[in-house]
């Protein structure tokens, strides 16, 4: 469930594209996914998650929970999309 390549789009009919003709060749589609760029903010928070739970401070180690929380919801709606 990682990285998933561009959507490939099929097409009956010719193209023009970087200066030669396609007839029906795939080609990518490269329009933003926004879910798809949840991954790194998901990846921060959930480092950033298990550094402050390492704290002796129970305040920090307290965000860092809730950060953990935080994450676990982005890494689901991230895995969902």
């Known amino acids: 469930m990682g990285y998933e390549s561009?959507?490939?789009?099929?097409?009956?009919?010719?193209t023009r594209r970087a200066g030669s003709w396609h007839t029906g060749q795939a080609?990518?589609?490269f329009?933003?996914?926004?879910l798809h760029q949840l991954q790194w903010p998901a990846m921060v928070v959930t480092v950033?998650?298990?550094w402050l739970i390492a704290y002796q401070t129970k305040?920090?180690?307290m965000?860092?929970?809730?950060l953990f929380l935080l994450s676990n919801v982005l890494w689901v709606i991230?895995?969902?999309r």
């Open 59 to 61: 305040s920090k180690r």
């Open 6 to 14: 561009p959507r490939i789009r099929l097409t009956g009919r010719s």
């Open 48 to 50: 950033l998650a298990a």
């Open 27 to 29: 080609h990518h589609d």
């Open 63 to 66: 965000v860092g929970f809730w």
């Open 31 to 34: 329009g933003i996914d926004y």
């Open 78 to 80: 991230w895995v969902s």
